[in-house]
């Protein structure tokens, strides 16, 4: 809905746009209807909300933003198709829409920020703070740079967002949550059941025996597609990353040498030391009270008659680092266990210091750290020539050149993986352990022909990777003497379902019928059990969740069944015991309930009132435009 409205002001920018973006998948289908507003317009424009026009170009930059956006939170590259096929780019253009519609009305209504207001929340946004802990000026820049925006766009946008904000605050206003939807909700997540039952397996079933002739045919013949063999493809691979190019070897023994001793500190852990500290508005009154604890009244007690409780004075377990005032830092760390400091004078006043537990720091030698210093500058340094060695891979490919002839070429070590299957597996059926789980190389090999030359998916962590698809083997129907063992197997787990439904329809009738279940239990060869504390949507021991969802169909007193994780396991069961939730509504739990149900309410109460300002101030949507930024063809008119 528009939690990228209520969230977009109060992170950094990363968590801004990602909160409008995943906020607003869905308001473009809540708000207006898409068939009935895409009408053609302009050539320039994607859309006109009032007066106020969407540029092809502005929507090309958003469009393209955000899917580098979702493309990173995916791991994986998400193609023009994939957007296409799932509906992002109608549904940025509806996010993009309603923000439009709001700055249209945040200027109808006049609002406006001042300048400081929009610094203010810049440099308070911890997201552009360097390591003292103040607003870094490089940082900003830095941050706002890798994200594609320039210092005057960011601003205007902040600007735009915070008056959005304002808006849905007044439109929401303090929600307030009826206690009986809580109340429901709360019996929802948190009733708890207990039942006794019957586990059935396949010992249950009885004898089954092997298949005849017949029986193997029929069951053949009606599950042909089941038993297809799939398509295959013959992939080679290459792989650009800093760890695949580098060369730890060159780097010279006197640059690690250099770094281990720039360094040193991170090649270990710091010391670290249970705290306790009370601040005091004088040297005098910190004397006082420390003469008072060298004489035997504890640190803790001084810290009760100044009316301060223990989690005013446990700073807890900190490394010096830890500090922010260096003279505090120093006078801690020079104390021995459970030792009182003098009174130390810092920037926030004088304190007393009292260590606990002291947690000894570790320091890897040069040599254990060399091996791991080699590999690290041996990659960044293979970072600078990443750029290089992508355009030539770029121009080999552009001038006809094979994956293979390529990075034959060029020194490189392709891989290839002679028959690879849509789910990821080999001929024998299993999963290829070798193949790259990031991007999505099964998706893009299964997207593309032989000899298409395929764009290089983007590596997290920094790289690129190709693929050509060399070879094809369709998927083909298999003979039942192929697949024999299988369809073997596969008969027999059928059989067993079937054998294993019919028992527990068996036993449950009994139990309707006023049989004890210690009776059924006894006949059957098996043990009654409980399961205690089930919860709905969670598995409990050996009950499945699929399985606790039917328990939670059934009333006190009643019984019923259930499968298991697999056909071959059923359950019989009775509802023994119902304990209803309390609800404090003082709870945290309760609390952080309410909260989330005042932001759905809010996002609903939002939503409406843009579906109204949008037929206010007029919508007008133009298909041809849009095609024309995510590369789709003309619609048919």
């Known amino acids: 809905m528009l939690r990228g409205i209520h969230k977009a002001s109060s992170t950094w920018l990363g968590k801004a746009v990602m909160a409008v973006i995943m906020g607003g998948l869905i308001i473009s289908f809540a708000i207006w209807g898409i068939g009935d507003i895409f009408r053609g317009f302009g050539l320039n424009a994607v859309a006109k909300v009032g007066g106020t026009e969407i540029s092809i170009e502005q929507f090309r930059q958003y469009y393209t933003e955000q899917l580098q956006q979702i493309s ?28 439009r519609t709001l700055d249209e009305h945040a200027k109808k209504l006049r609002l406006g920020l001042a300048d400081t207001d929009i610094a203010r929340r810049i440099i308070g946004d911890q997201g552009f703070w360097g390591p003292n802990g103040q607003f870094d000026r490089t940082r900003f820049e830095q941050v706002i740079r890798q994200a594609g925006f320039t210092e005057g766009r960011y601003v205007a946008e902040q600007r735009s967002v915070l008056l959005r904000r304002q808006i849905a605050q007044s439109v929401s206003g303090d929600m307030r949550v009826p206690a009986t939807a809580l109340e429901v909700i709360n019996q929802f997540q948190n009733e708890k059941r207990t039942i006794e039952y019957l586990a059935l397996g396949a010992a249950q079933a009885g004898n089954v025996p092997q298949p005849t002739p017949e029986q193997m045919s029929k069951y053949f013949e009606d599950r042909k597609v089941v038993f297809r063999a799939p398509e295959y493809r013959k992939v080679i691979l290459l792989m650009l990353t800093p760890a ?37 508005p004088n040297v005098e009154e910190a004397t006082a009270a420390r003469e008072r604890i060298v004489k035997g009244t504890s640190f803790a007690d001084v810290a009760k008659e100044r009316g301060m409780k223990d989690s005013d004075i446990d700073v807890g377990m900190v490394a010096k680092a830890d500090i922010i005032d260096p003279a505090v830092a120093d006078a801690a760390f020079a104390l021995k266990p459970k030792e009182v400091s003098a009174p130390v004078k810092g920037q926030f006043g004088t304190v007393l210091l009292q260590t606990g537990k002291i947690e000894a720091g570790t320091q890897k030698t040069y040599e254990e750290a060399a091996p791991q210093i080699k590999r690290e500058m041996a990659e960044s340094r293979a970072k600078s020539e990443l750029g290089s060695l992508r355009d030539k891979i770029e121009d080999e490919r552009a001038a006809g050149s094979t994956l293979a002839e390529t990075a034959k070429k060029l020194l490189l070590k392709p891989t290839t993986f002679d028959a690879i299957d849509r789910t990821g597996r080999g001929l024998d059926g299993k999963l290829l352990a070798d193949l790259p789980k990031t991007p999505d190389v099964i998706n893009a090999a299964f997207s593309t022909d032989i000899g298409v030359d395929t764009d290089a998916l983007q590596i997290p962590g920094g790289g690129y990777l190709w693929l050509d698809v060399t070879g094809i083997t369709p998927s083909r129907e298999r003979p039942l003497d192929e697949v024999k063992d299988q369809v073997a197997a596969r008969w027999h787990d059928d059989e067993v379902a079937k054998r294993l439904r019919m028992k527990a329809d068996d036993l449950l009738a009994k139990l309707k019928a006023g049989r004890s279940m210690a009776q059924l239990a006894t006949e059957a060869g098996i043990q009654v059990q409980t399961a205690t504390d089930l919860q709905r949507r969670k598995s409990a021991g050996f009950i499945p969740a699929k399985a606790v969802e039917e328990v939670f169909k059934t009333a006190k007193g009643d019984a019923g069944s259930a499968e298991g994780e697999t056909q071959v396991q059923r359950f019989v069961y009775r509802v023994t015991d119902v304990i209803d939730p309390k609800l404090d509504i003082a709870s945290p739990e309760a609390k952080q309930l309410s909260t989330t149900l005042q932001s759905s309410y809010a996002d609903d109460v939002i939503g409406e009132y843009i579906g109204r300002l949008e037929n206010e101030y007029g919508v007008t949507l133009n298909e041809q435009a849009l095609n024309q930024v995510i590369g789709a063809g003309t619609p048919n008119q």
């Open 72 to 99: 990173r939170r995916l791991g994986r590259q998400i193609t023009p198709d994939q957007a296409r096929g799932l509906g992002f780019d109608r549904q940025l253009l509806g996010q993009m829409v309603a923000e």
């Open 244 to 280: 695949e190019i580098a060369k730890p070897d060159s780097v010279p023994e006197a640059d690690i040498k250099t770094y281990y001793d720039d360094h040193k500190a991170s090649f270990g852990t710091p010391e670290r030391r249970e705290l306790r500290q009370m601040v005091f």
